[in-house]
């Protein structure tokens, strides 16, 4: 698996803001984060397919949680906004080079190594 490179994380207080950015190639047609807290499976966050625009989010996360990438479509963010103690974790961005279902992590061929979240409250 070619590794992609994630950047952004760290700690910070509830109510806090981060955002995390993710190196991508523009060969890559849905792109996102996933997150796996201590002793829980990794579930998707957020996903984008790069070619429309069209974002995906996991329940309520869209409304704290923006995903977006730049104009060249190379680099890939995710802005978080209100933190919560719950959400901390360690956070990954996965590409696929085709249309895949966004959760379905299987499909996805790229994946970094994740960066840390740590909220505290």
């Known amino acids: 698996q070619v590794q992609l490179a994630e950047s952004g994380g760290g700690s910070v207080q509830a109510g806090g803001s981060l955002r995390l950015s993710c190196a991508v190639s523009?060969?890559?047609?849905?792109v996102g984060w996933f997150r796996q807290a201590p002793g829980k499976e990794r579930e998707g966050v957020a996903h984008?397919?790069?070619?429309?625009?069209?974002?995906y989010y996991t329940g309520s996360l869209r409304d704290r949680f923006i995903i977006s990438r730049d104009i060249d479509r190379t680099t890939l963010y995710l802005q978080m906004n209100n933190l919560r103690p719950e959400d901390t974790a360690t956070y990954y961005c996965?590409?696929?080079?085709?249309?895949?279902?966004?959760?379905?992590?299987?499909?996805?061929?790229?994946w970094g190594t994740g960066t840390q979240v740590t909220v505290s409250s």
């Open positions: 984008i397919y790069t070619a429309s625009g069209r974002t």
């Open positions: 996965a590409a696929a080079s085709k249309w895949v279902f966004p959760q379905r992590e299987s499909d996805y061929e790229f």
């Open positions: 523009r060969s890559h047609y849905t």
